[in-house]
């Protein structure tokens, strides 16, 4: 069952498992002793934005954070937390980088992040969580978008419906990221906008 949850620290839990040997997350934070801290620093400040929208799937087996975003509303672009030390600035390029790509012309939720428990992956459950969120876009007609941060995701994105938004984006030496989008479907007979 998937849940909405303001468990800031169960969500943070299952992203940084289920991230801790993704190529960006790796780039991002290069010192293994020290990712899983950090990468759950960074997701606990993305729960802090007032758009974002967390789910959790069964008892931690995988989670979503989602941002419902306005048409024209930009990405909050914080500073980088000093926590992150010499990382910041990798996040801060990448974070600028992503953000010239995102889309702004019409309202969307936007897949900020997604995950599966490390012991689960490859079990359908990144799908499950996926079509919630897509259910919860097409009830109300807004088109969705995403960044995919590994050919793995990719697939499971173009699966899904979902288009590449030009070239993949990469800063410095990084891995690519794969700005996705899927346009707004109608909402299903029955129901209403």
Known sequence: MIEPTHDRQAVSDVLTEAFTDDPVASWLFPDATERGRLQSSFYRQLLDSAAAEAYLLGRGEGAAVWLSLAAGQALQEDAPSPVFGENGERLAILGR?????????????????????????????????????????????????????????????????????????????????????????????????
């Open 97 to 193: 980088a992503l953000a010239e790509r995102h889309p702004r012309r019409e309202p969307h939720l936007y897949l900020s992040c997604m995950g599966v428990a490390r012991g689960r992956q490859g079990a359908g459950l990144g799908s499950l969580l996926l079509r919630h969120g897509l259910a919860r876009a097409d009830a109300v007609g807004l088109a969705v978008y995403l960044e995919a941060s590994s050919p793995r995701s990719r697939a499971l994105y173009l699966r899904h419906g979902f288009t590449d938004l030009g070239e993949p984006v990469r800063v410095a030496d990084s891995p690519p990221l794969w700005p996705m989008t899927r346009a707004n479907h109608e909402p299903h007979q029955g129901e209403s906008r």
